[in-house]
């Protein structure tokens, strides 16, 4: 049922003579426990935990997790390094997200929130038993400092994110306020919400911007106890945490002690992880879910693996061009390009059928553009006539497609025309343009996995003349090429959630084409797609979001930026049968930091491991 969100602390009201909590007088002022970017919450003020977690869930016991590559860093708020797995758990936010919602925040460190009716600005009000693991209460000047040196030497995803703020300042003794620029932004109440809050005291005299392998100061629910560089690295369950048993925790970090144990590649990872040397795995290999688990584990029921569902949306997978080098400017070569990728075999042949081919940025939700434009849509697109394909108007959007058997030549001959008419032609096998140029690139890869993929899609382009190369580096070195832009094709993945807002910038806004660690992987420039950002983050509610959201898929779609690739609508999982965990699955899909270690199951798996001499 859902249930309006009105605290004890006010309801909305008019004010008239007098300001109320800072706020001006005249404004109509709401303060809660939470925020819906849309519509009502569905938890009330005195709800007692989220309906998809155990609030008696035990805690304790150990679970371990095993990473890929390596990391030098402890601070994964800097462009600088390679941050560790779980680095970020030692952190609590302003606010924390509910996973059966679309995008609703409640209070964690905040105790309130308080907008105005047209979010020109928010309040939080912390708690007052808010702390760190030193002891020293969370403050006013914690939160400042933290929004302010992350605008300035964190990762230029924050310079975008919260670009549209224009003021942080102390309000009162636990209250701070952030003011925005002009112009709707309804999401900015929110994503400020999930801010992760830093000392002052612990950071002043350290150099932020720098790697560093000490244990910082946190005030989550788990503290970096061990750390092996580049190896391994273990956090423990804060006993006392000043959270513990807020109703937006209860039910949660369940675990004693979490570790993550590194290997070098993805191979190595999974005979770990069949052998026993950590618990639980996300699998993102539709060969290995296919054919890695047939073993005597699994047949023993000692080894479960499990398919959850989820709604959330799939965003977008697929190789991504960087328009940033002249060969992929035209959005004829990248429109040709996209032929010689055959889905349809590689499905049947490569991925066991498990997957759907994508055809959205925004996939499994409703946010994603099918058919033609509406007329809303229409509305929102038509100042944009002239500046966008024209086929955002006229055709619905499909990447090409083939009958599975491999034998692509009219794709290919589709593709050859497009080049030809970019001015790219064969000559002496070799296609190339005017100047001599050879059509060449390098996809790059971060993982061997792909390799297998990538060799038909590179065979394919060699019958239109492409010279292509494939390269795959380690995870340190992979990285540092994308945060400085050093590719020409990568395999990306875009997510997305249920409410799409100010990341989009980040993703597709010209102004982070040029920043170095930034997420515009692919440097648009665009200015009609700058327009339907801003659109879709000053949306009033939601079926204008929704309207807006499709309006930019369509030009997304059509501007032939990256070659879908696939998607499942599930969560492929696999663990050692030691867990226990909630009945309900939220609309976001599996959580598990929603689960817990069983020890009757523990104990069980122990005495079959033994008894096996496994």
């Given at each position: 049922?859902?249930?309006?969100?009105?605290?004890?602390?006010?309801?909305?009201?008019?004010?008239?003579?007098?300001?109320?909590?800072?706020?001006?007088?005249?404004?109509d002022?709401?303060?809660?426990?939470?925020?819906?970017?849309?519509?009502?919450?569905?938890y009330?003020?005195?709800?007692?935990?989220?309906?998809?977690?155990?609030?008696?869930?035990p805690?304790?016991?150990?679970?371990?997790?095993?990473?890929?590559?390596?990391?030098?860093?402890?601070?994964?708020?800097?462009?600088?390094?390679?941050?560790?797995?779980?680095?970020?758990?030692?952190?609590?936010?302003?606010?924390?997200?509910?996973?059966?919602?679309p995008?609703?925040?409640?209070?964690?460190?905040?105790?309130?929130?308080?907008?105005?009716?047209?979010?020109?600005?928010?309040?939080?009000?912390?708690?007052p038993?808010?702390?760190?693991?030193?002891?020293?209460?969370?403050?006013?000047?914690?939160?400042?400092?933290?929004?302010?040196?992350?605008?300035?030497?964190?990762?230029?995803?924050?310079?975008?994110y919260?670009?549209s703020?224009?003021?942080?300042?102390?309000?009162?003794?636990?209250?701070?306020?952030?003011?925005?620029?002009?112009?709707?932004?309804?999401?900015?109440?929110?994503?400020?919400?999930?801010?992760?809050?830093?000392?002052?005291?612990?950071?002043?005299?350290?150099?932020?911007?720098?790697?560093?392998?000490?244990?910082?100061?946190?005030s989550?629910?788990?503290?970096?106890?061990?750390?092996?560089?580049?190896?391994?690295?273990?956090?423990?369950?804060?006993?006392?945490y000043?959270?513990?048993?807020?109703?937006?925790?209860?039910?949660?970090?369940?675990?004693?002690?979490?570790s993550y144990?590194?290997?070098?590649?993805?191979?190595?990872?999974?005979e770990?992880?069949?052998?026993?040397?950590?618990?639980?795995?996300?699998?993102?290999?539709?060969?290995?879910?296919?054919?890695a688990?047939?073993?005597?584990?699994?047949?023993?029921?000692?080894?479960?693996q499990?398919?959850?569902?989820?709604?959330?949306?799939?965003?977008?997978?697929?190789?991504?061009?960087n328009?940033?080098?002249?060969?992929?400017?035209d959005?004829?070569?990248?429109?040709?390009?996209?032929y010689?990728?055959?889905?349809?075999?590689?499905?049947?042949?490569?991925?066991?059928?498990?997957?759907?081919?994508?055809?959205?940025?925004?996939?499994?939700?409703e946010?994603?553009?099918t058919?033609?434009?509406?007329?809303?849509e229409?509305?929102?697109?038509?100042p944009?006539?002239?500046?966008?394909?024209?086929e955002?108007?006229?055709?619905e959007?499909?990447?090409?497609?083939s009958?599975?058997?491999?034998?692509?030549?009219?794709?290919?001959?589709?593709?050859?025309?497009l080049?030809?008419?970019?001015?790219?032609?064969?000559?002496?096998?070799?296609r190339?343009?005017?100047?001599?140029?050879?059509?060449?690139?390098?996809?790059?890869?971060?993982s061997?996995l792909?390799?297998?993929i990538?060799?038909?899609?590179?065979?394919?382009?060699?019958?239109?003349?492409?010279?292509?190369?494939?390269?795959t580096?380690?995870?340190?070195?992979?990285?540092?090429?994308?945060?400085?832009?050093?590719?020409?094709?990568?395999?990306?993945?875009?997510?997305?959630?249920?409410?799409?807002?100010?990341?989009?910038?980040?993703?597709?806004?010209?102004?982070?084409?040029?920043?170095?660690?930034?997420?515009?992987l692919?440097?648009?420039q665009?200015a009609?797609?700058?327009?339907?950002?801003?659109?879709?983050?000053?949306?009033?509610?939601?079926?204008?979001?929704?309207?807006?959201?499709r309006?930019?898929?369509?030009?997304?779609?059509?501007?032939?930026?990256?070659?879908?690739?696939?998607?499942?609508?599930?969560?492929?999982?696999?663990?050692?049968?030691?867990?226990?965990?909630?009945?309900?699955?939220?609309?976001?899909?599996?959580?598990?930091?929603?689960?817990?270690?069983d020890?009757?199951k523990?104990?069980?798996?122990?005495?079959?491991?033994?008894?096996?001499?496994?």
């Open positions: 049922m859902i249930k309006k969100a009105i605290t004890t602390l006010s309801v909305l009201v008019m004010l008239t003579t007098v300001s109320v909590g800072g706020a001006v007088a005249g404004e002022v709401t303060t809660s426990h939470g925020i819906a970017m849309h519509g009502d919450l569905k009330s003020v005195d709800f007692t935990n989220f309906d998809y977690v155990n609030p008696d869930a805690k304790g016991g150990l679970v371990r997790f095993g990473a890929q590559g390596s990391y030098d860093s402890l601070n994964p708020f800097i462009v600088n390094g390679t941050s560790a797995s779980g680095a970020g758990f030692i952190y609590d936010s302003l606010t924390t997200p509910a996973a059966d919602e995008f609703s925040q409640y209070g964690l460190l905040a105790e309130s929130i308080t907008t105005p009716a047209d979010r020109s600005w928010v309040e939080f009000t912390l708690r038993e808010a702390r760190w693991h030193d002891g020293v209460s969370v403050s006013v000047e914690d939160v400042i400092w933290t929004f302010n040196t992350l605008r300035e030497q964190g990762r230029p995803f924050y310079r975008f919260y670009g703020v224009e003021k942080v300042e102390k309000t009162g003794e636990r209250s701070v306020r952030f003011s925005f620029s002009p112009g709707e932004n309804r999401e900015l109440p929110l994503i400020l919400g999930q801010l992760s809050i830093l000392p002052k005291h612990y950071w002043e005299g350290r150099d932020f911007d720098k790697t560093t392998l000490e244990a910082p100061l946190g989550g629910p788990y503290r970096i106890s061990e750390v092996d560089a580049g190896r391994s690295i273990k956090l423990e369950r804060v006993e006392d000043w959270g513990k048993d807020l109703a937006v925790i209860k039910g949660q970090n369940n675990f004693g002690t979490i144990d590194y290997y070098r590649d993805a191979g190595v990872l999974l770990a992880f069949k052998a026993g040397e950590f618990d639980y795995r996300s699998e993102n290999s539709s060969k290995a879910w296919a054919t688990y047939d073993f005597k584990a699994v047949h023993e029921g000692l080894l479960i499990d398919t959850i569902s989820h709604q959330r949306s799939t965003g977008m997978q697929g190789f991504a061009f328009t940033r080098r002249d060969l992929f400017k959005s004829r070569v990248r429109h040709a390009l996209s010689a990728f055959d889905f349809e075999w590689s499905n049947d042949h490569l991925f066991y059928g498990q997957y759907k081919r994508t055809r959205s940025y925004f996939d499994n939700s946010l994603a553009a058919g033609l434009p509406s007329a809303a229409l509305a929102v697109l038509e944009y006539r002239g500046q966008i394909p024209d955002v108007f006229t055709t959007f499909s990447p090409p497609a009958d599975g058997s491999g034998n692509v030549r009219k794709n290919l001959r589709k593709a050859g025309k080049l030809r008419d970019a001015g790219w032609t064969v000559k002496d096998g070799k190339v343009n005017s100047a001599g140029q050879e059509l060449a690139f390098e996809i790059l890869l971060v061997p792909f390799e297998r990538v060799l038909p899609f590179t065979q394919n382009l060699e019958k239109l003349g492409v010279i292509v190369t494939v390269r580096v380690d995870s340190a070195q992979y990285v540092r090429r994308l945060d400085t832009f050093d590719y020409d094709m990568i395999v990306h993945n875009v997510g997305q959630s249920l409410s799409p807002g100010n990341e989009q910038r980040s993703y597709w806004g010209s102004g982070a084409a040029s920043m170095e660690g930034g997420r515009n692919i440097g648009i665009n009609a797609i700058d327009g339907l950002i801003e659109t879709l983050i000053a949306a009033p509610d939601r079926t204008a979001l929704v309207t807006a959201t309006a930019l898929d369509r030009v997304l779609q059509w501007g032939h930026w990256m070659i879908p690739q696939w998607h499942i609508a599930y969560d492929r999982i696999a663990y050692w049968d030691m867990f226990g965990r909630p009945d309900i699955v939220p609309t976001r899909g599996n959580q598990i930091f929603a689960w817990w270690v020890p009757v523990l104990e069980a798996l122990n005495q079959k491991r033994s008894s096996s001499g496994g």
